[in-house]
C-alpha cells in the first residue's frame, strides 16, 4: 500500500513562507513524476509545480519565482518551499506522484491559509 503524507502547513502571513514536505512510502518503485497541487474554496483542483525524474519543473504562472519545488528520488520525498506568500495562495495542498508505471497516487492534503 502506498502512502504520501504531506507537512508543513499552517497559517502565515502575507509575504511570509512556508515549505511544505511530502513523503512516500510502501510499493512505489520508478517514479517519474513528483509534485504539488492545490484546491481553494469553491475552485477545481490546480497544478502547482512538477519537476520530473531528471530535475526539469514546470510552476503555475501564479507561483513562478515565488516557489520552488524539488526533490530527492532515493528518499522518494519533494519539498515546496513557498516564499513571498500571497492570501491567494491559501489552499489545501496536495502531494502527487506519477509513476512510470501509468499509476497516480496523491496525500491526503495539508491546509496553508496565508493571511493579509
Known amino acids: 500500500q502506498v502512502q504520501l503524507v504531506e507537512s508543513g502547513g499552517g497559517l502565515v502571513q502575507a509575504g511570509g513562507s512556508l515549505r511544505l514536505s511530502c513523503a512516500a512510502s510502501?510499493?512505489?518503485?520508478?517514479?517519474?513524476?513528483m509534485g504539488w497541487y492545490r484546491q481553494a474554496p469553491g475552485k477545481q483542483r490546480e497544478m502547482v509545480a512538477l519537476i520530473g525524474s531528471g530535475g526539469s519543473t514546470n510552476y503555475a504562472d501564479s507561483v513562478k519565482g515565488r516557489f520552488t519545488i524539488s526533490r530527492d528520488g532515493a528518499k522518494k520525498t519533494t519539498d515546496l518551499q513557498m516564499n513571498s506568500l500571497k492570501p491567494e495562495d491559501t489552499a489545501v495542498y496536495y502531494c502527487?506522484?506519477?509513476?512510470?508505471?501509468?499509476?497516480?497516487?496523491w496525500g491526503q492534503g495539508t491546509q496553508v491559509t496565508v493571511s493579509p
Open positions: 510502501g510499493s512505489i518503485f520508478s517514479i517519474n513524476t
Open positions: 502527487y506522484i506519477y509513476s512510470n508505471y501509468g499509476r497516480s497516487y
